[in-house]
Structures are given as structure tokens and as C-alpha cells.
């Protein structure tokens, strides 16, 4: 009965066309050429076969015309997907009903081709049908379903991953295709690289259903790292599910897949018939996919923007913070165990480095994230050693130093400057054994020959090359990089690099060629081509980097800084100029230099700065430069680098110069640097406010010692002295007050001006600007007095409490005294008794010619010792407390002298102090 009403539905429709037709005539075709009587005969036809032929049909009129594609995409699937629910006993059906909608989903880019995606994953329950399809029997059905689904997550991503995770049976659906015919499996491994990337919860769901265990048996089948593209795709599900997820890292970590990473990136040179050849591109891109593992594992850095939309507190990131860092710690352990710092110094490092630049360069990077921050593989790697010249080795740290200074690709240097860096990082003993190898032992041979130190090569890239005075080349640069690095945070290695010679020992003379002389004369670099500017400005960018590493919070390097009478001048003069470059950026730096300098010794680098520069210009730069757009980048916390996919991994793997690697700060700056700086501008500022607002460099107390009259002192002497001193803070004052009116010279931007010049525009906008910077002046001004008011208040509040506390043991002291003179008067009365007692035994005595006293009275006098004898010791005790009291108030009384001087030094009057003293004496004597 079904089918008779669906021919006879189907009869009526085809009678009404036709009447319409002959008496309206025939329409425009707007039934997507053709694509209509196909869809109609394909939902609603009654034989099974004139339905499989429509869907053929169908089809091939789809893959040939984009008409029938929109279509369809527009009006057709929506019932084909009502005939997939409505068929369950004809697979032929079933088989072509889903070609037909892989057609339309797939091919070229189009209008009709991504509507037909819009429509498949708009609706959760078109989602649900074909993951269910993927159950099935038929193994053509499953293989249109997997490649449907596959087609449509490339554009329709976030739809097709909201689907899946309405539907609790899709994951372990697609994880049970996984272990079908490779070629559904292949299918189902594109589907869920393209749901795990960037969905944390897919992810997780993916990873505890087993992807790891799936991925790792389909890379040993096809071979591993010498496989084909479908090892690729695993190991890039791999990395989707390991990128920043720290219970997923911990999951592989604990299910022993750690220890099969190593051998995946195990690479190296390969020799053939001619000789040393290069890798295969696909072998690359495995390798490369393979060293990403490695550094996802191992590196605490967040993905970029993948949490902004959570609110989370301080505590909680605090929390996953260290829960990323504690898994990183523990991966760096497991990956060092099977060897990994060896397999990645042999990919990179030495003959038996890899030809693939890129492949060097992401090995290089792994084994900087391996090593940064960890004690054992800092030390594996200073012990790690790299094939050179057949059957020599040589330290992976020199063959490092060697690319990092030397290589073509300017990503491998960098690279290799990463390892340096990471290699030294909180490692203070390798820090200072790199430093003491500071040394042109090798002067005059070839670098990548003859070397046998670390030192020497950076100390060779530091001299003068071809006869002229400096150098700008990228090796003069990558040393200054990494010389910051062995100086960073360790005094000791400050210390030993002061006394670093350059000179060879073969022509060393009375005159040495020191390091830091060094540094400071390569920042007077000059360019003639307009091509090495760049060149130029990153090299100086570089050394004021380490020269504000080196001379931060060390006296000793700041003071050999200041010996030199050139440096200071020529880093102001670098700081007001930009140098030949005129670069901002290079100005700035140099102004941070005079910041740690003046930290240091206050008084003449202000004068300097004040002179050369000017303080408003010194803090305009300094502003100018944290606003910039480089030093921005560079402020932003790192990041984990983009993830390889199967388009940018074979594009990287036949690059020739490896992947690009843009620096945050383009070179001029970095993260450490920006965090330093922010922190320094405050400390700046402030020592330059105080030494404006209060300029004695003594302390208080030398200033009261200065003042009092000393010991086995005549009064001769002491006036004498006190003279002195007088002419002596006289001196000070007037040079402060020059100072003064240098500074509100420079802010103020005073200048000789004519009668008339308020008639010129330009003078009208000059006093404007004098206006403006009268307030700021005047506001530096009033802050200065409430800085100075809050130390008065202060010093008063805290005599204050002096006072309470002199008046609590005042009333202490006398209560003492009170109780003590009673314990005299009741001594003294059984003194007096005991006396009488005394008397009165020997008269009886006397009396009675030698007859016994009475025993009473014995008695009475017993007890009257062992009294006197317990107030004895009570007088004893009562004596040492008083003492002690007395010693209290004696240190009371220095503390008073002390405030009082405080407060006559910052400017309250002698005479007024002391009449307050008087009158609170007075008013506790009254009380």
C-alpha cells in the first residue's frame, strides 16, 4: 500500500508539471540543471534501483556542475539525511545516497560547496547519522560517511566538534573505525586531527579513549620515522593531544610512550652511493613532527589566546602553573633517561648532523627546551660531545658556539644561541666555566677548524676583522648574545670577566685589550652601506643588552665602567643620538645603561645625564620606548610556536634555510629584558627624586656622630671640627642648589626670549609647553614636599611612641622604687627585732649564770634569721631589676637624643623641641 500511494504521489506530481507547462509554457530551469527530477526520483522514488540510479546520477551531475552542487546543497540534503534515517535495509541505497553527499561536500572551493558543509554539521542530529553509518556492515558506506565527515571538519570545525561532543558514542565510535581497512582508518586519522586541534575537552576524551595506543601501533606498521605521510598524521594527533594539556602529558608520560619518542627523532646524516644526500622530504616532515613532540613535552609555555575567555583567579593559575611546570620537569627527566640530549645533539650538531636545515633547526630548539631549567640535562649537555672530522669529537657546547656564530641560516643561529642560553640558564657553575675559557687562544686560525674553546671563538667574533676597528657581522652579534648569557644574574662571573684579556698571548704587551673596554668601543660601530643598518642597529641592541646585564647591581663592573674617562660620555651621547643608526631603540637602551650606572654611583652620572642628555629627554626616551610596538611584542609572556601541520610541515621540510623564527622584538628585545626594565624604570626614578628632594649622601647617624662631641675631644679641636663641616655641608648645599637649577632649567625649557616674541606662533606654542612643563615641575615639586611631610609625620609618630613607652617604664620604675623603699623599712624593722632579741638573750644569759635561754625565745630569733636572710635575697633580685630598668631607660633616653636630632635635621626647630621636652616633663612631674 506504501509504495501504490508513492507512485501514485509520484504520478500527480509528474501530471501537474506537464498541465503546467502546455498552458503557461515551459520556466526558466532553476531546478539546478536538471539536479531536481534526480533529487526527486533519489527521496521519493518507489524501486530501489531507479534510486541508486538517481544518486548516481546525482552525483556525477554534482561533480561536473556548480549549479547542481548549490542545489542540492540547498534543498537536498536535508532529505537525503531523512532517507538515511528511513532506509535500513538497502545498502546499495545507502552506499550511494552517502557518495552523493561526499560529492557535494567535497572539491574545489565554492559557494554550493561550503553550504552543503553549513547543512551537514548545522544539525547535531545530521552529525549523529553518519557517525552511526561508520557501524555499519557495508564497507563502502563507512568509507563515504568517514570521508564526509572528514571533508566537512575542515571549514566547518567548531560546528563538527559540537556535534561530536553531543554525541557521547561518537569518540568511541570513531576509535572502533580506527582499527577498520587502513583506508577508513587513514580517513578516520585525518577526522580526528582536524577535532583535536584547539578543543581541549575533544582532547581529553580522545586521549583516555585510547588515540595513544591506536597512534603508536599504526606508526610501528607503517614503519616508523621512515614511514609515509599516515606516520605523519599520527604524530601530528599526537601533538594536538599533547599541546598544552597537561593531564594528557601526564597520561602519556604514565603509560610509557615518553621513552618511544627518542627513536622517532633519531636522525641523522644519511650516506649513499654518491656520498652524503640529503634526507627524504617525507622523512623530514616526520622528523620534524617527531622533534615537536619532544618540545611540546618538555616546554611550561601556554598556546596563545586558548584560555582568554575563562575568568580564572590568580590562585588557580597559579595552581596550573606549577602543574605544567612539575609535568615538564618530570618529562624532561623520562626524555633524558633514554638518551634524548645525545639523539638531539647528533641530529644537529657535528658531521653527523642532519642535511635538512630545518630539521637541525627544530632539533636545535628541542634540545634548548630540554635542557632550560634542568640541572641533569644541563649537565649531560656540557658533558655531551659532537662527531667533527671523522673519528674527533669535540663538546657539543664548541660545535654550538660554531653554528651559532657561523652557520648560513640565520634560524640555525638562533637556534644554536638558544641552546646556549638554555644550557647556562641558572647554572652558575657553567656560567663560570664558560667564562673562564674567555680567551683568543686560537687568534689567527680559521674559527671552524682550529678552535678548541668556547671562549675563544666568541672572544675571536669580538675583535676587529680585515684591519678595521670594530665589527658588525651577525658572528659579533651572536657572541655579545651569548657572552649576556654567561653573565646573567651571577657576580662571579662578572667579576672574572672584568680581568678577561683579548689579547693573544703571542703579542701581548704593558697595554691589554680587556673585555668590557671591548664591548663599549664596538658600540661606536658605524655603517657606510645603507643595507647594513639593520646590521648595525640589532649589534648595538645587543651590547647595551649585555652591558645592562653586566653593570645591574655590580659595583666592581659599574666602577671599571666609570675608570675608563670615555665610557660615560659615550654611552650619553649614544643615548641622546641613537648612534649612527639614530635608532630610538638604541637610545633608549643606552638611557637604561646610564640607569644601572647611576644606581651605582649617583652623584656624577646625573651630572653626566644631566648635562648630555637632560632629564626630561633621559625619561622621554625611556617612555618612547616601552610604547613601542616591538618592546610590546617582546613584554608578551612566550608562547608554544605554531603546530606543524601536513601543509607547513612539507613546505618546511624543503626549506633551505630551516623555518622562520621571527623574534617577538625584532631582534632588539626580548622577554627578560622587558621584564627587567619595567621593573628598573620605578628604581630610576625614584634615586633621581630622592637625590633632587634630599641630596645628603650621609646617613642620619653619621650626620649625629659628625655633630657630637667626641671623646678626649678639647673644645678648641671640636670647634675647629665642627667648622669644617659647616663649610663643608656649605659647599654641598651650594652644589645641590646648582644642581636644582639645572633641573628646572632643563624641565622648565628656559631660554633667553625678546620683547616680542609673543607675537611669534612658535614662541606662543613654546609657552605652552613651558606651562605644561611648569606644572609638572610644580607637581614634582609638591610631591617632593609630601614626601618629605610623611617622613616628618613619621618621625613623629614614632617619638611618640617613645614617649609612651619612657612613660610605661616611668610608672614602672617608680612602683619599683616604692616597693623596694617598703622591703628597706621592713628590713630595717627586723633588723631592730633581731637586735632586741639579741639583748635580751644575752642579758638572760648573764642573769642566769649560764642557764640555757628559753626555747621560745630561740625560736623567735631562728625565724627572725632565716626573714632577714629571705629579704636579703629579695633585696638582691630587686637590685638586678632595677639595674636592668636603669639600662632601659638609659637606651630610652639615646633614642630620644637620636629622634630629636632626626627632627632638627629635617628641619624643626632646636629651641621648640626642647620646650615641648620641658613642658611633658613637667605636666608627668604635675601628674
Not at 610512550?257 to 616526520?286: C, D, L, T
Not at 621584564?675 to 628598573?680: A, D, G, K, W, Y
Not at 634630599?694 to 667626641?710: N, Q, T, W
Request: aromatic share 4%; proline share 3%; glycine share 6%.
Amino acid at each position: 500500500m506504501h509504495r501504490l500511494g508513492a507512485v501514485a504521489s509520484s504520478f500527480k506530481h509528474g501530471a501537474s508539471s506537464v498541465a503546467k507547462n502546455i498552458v503557461f509554457g515551459a520556466p526558466e530551469d532553476d531546478s539546478g540543471a536538471g539536479a531536481e527530477p534526480l533529487l526527486d526520483e533519489l527521496t521519493e522514488g518507489v524501486l530501489g534501483a531507479d534510486r541508486i540510479a538517481a544518486a548516481e546520477a546525482l552525483r556525477r551531475l554534482i561533480e561536473k556542475d556548480e549549479r547542481a552542487r548549490s542545489f542540492v546543497a540547498e534543498r537536498g540534503l536535508v532529505k537525503m539525511f531523512e532517507t538515511l534515517r528511513d532506509t535500513n535495509d538497502d545498502d546499495g541505497l545507502v552506499r550511494a545516497t552517502l557518495e552523493t553527499m561526499r560529492a557535494a561536500a567535497s572539491g574545489e572551493a565554492s559557494e554550493g560547496r561550503e553550504r552543503a558543509r553549513e547543512v551537514i554539521t548545522g544539525d547535531v542530529n545530521n552529525v549523529k547519522q553518519l557517525v552511526s553509518e561508520l557501524r555499519g556492515v557495508d564497507f563502502y558506506s563507512k568509507l563515504h560517511a568517514a570521508q564526509t565527515l572528514s571533508e566537512a571538519s575542515e571549514t566547518r570545525g567548531e560546528a563538527m566538534r559540537a556535534g561530536m561532543l553531543a554525541d557521547p558514542t561518537a569518540v568511541p565510535t570513531l576509535m572502533d573505525a580506527m582499527k577498520e581497512n587502513e583506508v577508513i582508518r587513514n580517513e578516520i586519522l585525518l577526522l580526528l586531527v582536524s577535532l583535536t586541534r584547539g578543543n581541549e575537552e575533544l582532547q581529553k576524551i580522545v586521549a583516555f579513549e585510547g588515540a595513544f595506543e591506536r597512534a603508536f601501533a599504526v606508526m610501528r606498521e607503517e614503519g616508523g620515522v621512515d614511514g609515509g605521510v599516515v606516520v605523519q598524521d599520527c604524530l601530528e594527533l599526537c601533538n594536538n593531544l599533547l599541546r598544552d594539556n597537561p593531564s594528557n602529558q601526564t597520561l602519556f608520560r604514565e603509560s610509557g610512550f615518553v621513552r618511544s619518542v627518542p627513536g622517532m627523532a633519531a636522525v641523522e646524516r644519511e650516506i649513499g652511493n654518491a656520498g652524503m644526500q640529503g634526507i627524504s622530504a617525507q622523512k623530514a616532515a616526520n622528523t620534524l613532527c617527531a622533534l615537536e613532540t619532544v618540545h611540546l613535552l618538555v616546554s611550561p609555555d601556554e598556546e596563545s589566546g586558548k584560555r582568554k575567555h575563562l575568568n580564572r583567579d590568580d590562585e588557580l593559575d597559579a595552581m596550573m602553573k606549577q602543574q605544567r611546570l612539575q609535568g615538564c620537569r618530570a618529562n624532561q627527566s623520562e626524555l633524558a633517561k633514554h638518551g634524548t640530549v645525545e639523539i638531539l645533539v647528533r641530529a644537529a650538531l657535528g658531521d653527523s648532523a642532519v642535511n635538512a636545515v630545518s630539521v637541525r633547526v627544530a632539533a636545535l630548539r628541542a634540545l634548548a627546551a630540554l635542557v632550560r631549567d634542568h640541572e641533569g640535562n644541563q649537565t649531560a649537555l656540557f658533558s655531551a660531545t659532537a662527531d667533527r672530522a671523522g673519528t674527533v669529537t669535540e663538546p657539543a657546547l664548541l660545535s654550538c658556539g660554531r653554528a651559532a656564530l657561523h652557520s648560513e641560516s640565520p634560524a640555525e643561529r638562533s637556534a644554536a644561541i638558544l641552546v646556549l642560553g638554555a644550557a647556562m640558564l641558572g647554572n652558575p657553575d657553567g656560567q663560570l666555566l664558560l667564562v673562564s675559557t674567555l680567551a683568543p687562544t686560537g687568534l689567527g686560525a680559521d674559527d671552524r677548524s682550529e678552535e678548541s674553546s668556547l671562549g675563544g671563538l666568541l672572544a675571536r667574533a669580538l675583535m676587529q676583522k680585515g684591519g678595521s676597528s670594530v665589527a658588525f657581522d651577525e658572528a659579533s652579534t651572536a657572541a655579545a648574545s651569548v657572552l649576556r648569557d654567561m653573565l646573567h644574574k651571577n657576580d662571579q662571573s662578572k667579576l672574572k670577566a672584568l680581568r678577561v684579556n683579548l689579547e693573544p698571548l703571542s703579542s701581548r704587551s704593558n697595554a691589554s685589550e680587556l673585555l668590557l673596554p671591548r664591548c663599549v668601543r664596538q658600540l661606536a660601530v658605524t655603517h657606510a652601506r645603507e643595507e647594513d643598518e639593520e646590521k648595525v642597529e640589532k649589534l648595538q641592541s645587543v651590547l647595551l643588552r649585555l652591558l645592562i646585564v653586566w653593570l645591574y647591581e655590580c659595583k666592581a663592573a659599574v666602577e671599571a665602567f666609570l675608570s675608563s674617562p670615555g665610557h660615560l660620555p659615550a654611552i650619553a651621547d649614544l643615548a641622546r643620538t641613537g648612534g649612527s643608526t639614530e635608532s630610538p631603540h638604541v637610545a633608549a637602551l643606552a638611557c637604561v645603561v646610564l640607569g644601572c650606572c647611576l644606581l651605582e654611583n649617583s652623584g656624577s652620572v646625573l651630572d653626566v645625564v644631566s648635562a648630555r642628555v637632560g632629564l626630561q629627554n633621559f625619561f622621554m626616551k625611556w617612555e618612547t620606548m616601552t610604547k613601542s610596538s616591538l618592546y610590546a611584542d617582546a613584554s608578551r609572556a612566550p608562547t608554544l610556536p605554531k603546530p606543524l601541520t601536513r601543509a607547513n610541515a612539507a613546505k618546511f621540510a624543503t626549506q633551505s634555510e630551516g623555518a622562520e623564527d621571527v623574534s617577538p622584538g625584532g631582534g632588539l628585545y626580548d622577554h627578560d629584558i622587558t621584564v627587567f626594565i619595567n621593573e628598573l624604570e620605578e628604581r630610576v626614578k625614584s634615586a633621581i627624586m630622592s637625590l633632587y628632594a634630599k641630596p645628603s649622601g650621609a646617613g642620619d647617624e653619621c650626620a649625629v656622630s659628625s655633630v657630637a662631641k667626641r671623646e678626649d675631644e678639647d673644645d678648641v679641636s671640636y670647634a675647629r671640627r665642627l667648622q669644617e663641616a659647616l663649610q663643608a655641608s656649605e659647599s654641598e648645599l651650594a652644589e645641590v642648589r646648582s644642581r636644582n637649577a639645572v633641573l628646572a632649567e632643563q624641565i622648565l625649557g628656559v631660554a633667553p626670549t625678546s620683547a616680542n616674541a609673543s607675537d611669534d606662533p612658535s614662541a606662543v606654542a613654546k609657552n605652552g609647553a613651558r606651562h605644561a612643563s611648569a606644572e609638572a615641575l610644580h607637581a614634582a615639586v609638591e610631591a617632593a614636599k609630601r614626601a618629605s611631610a610623611q617622613e616628618i609625620a613619621s618621625l613623629t609618630s614614632e617619638l611618640e611612641e617613645v614617649k609612651k613607652v619612657a612613660e610605661e617604664r616611668q610608672e614602672a620604675l617608680t612602683s619599683l622604687s616604692t616597693a623596694y623603699n617598703g622591703l628597706e623599712a621592713e628590713v630595717y624593722r627586723l633588723e631592730t627585732e633581731a637586735n632586741g632579741l639579741r639583748e635580751k638573750l644575752h642579758a638572760s644569759s648573764e642573769f642566769g649564770g649560764g642557764a640555757a635561754p628559753e626555747t621560745s625565745s630561740l625560736d623567735i630569733a631562728r625565724e627572725a634569721g632565716r626573714e632577714e636572710a629571705a629579704v636579703a635575697d629579695a633585696r638582691a633580685a630587686d637590685e638586678a631589676e632595677l639595674n636592668d630598668l636603669l639600662a632601659c631607660l638609659g637606651q630610652e633616653e639615646a633614642s630620644k637624643e637620636h629622634l630629636l636630632a632626626k627632627l632638627i635635621a629635617a628641619g624643626e626647630s632646636e629651641a621648640a623641641l626642647l620646650d615641648e621636652l620641658a613642658s611633658i616633663v613637667i605636666e608627668d612631674v604635675d601628674a
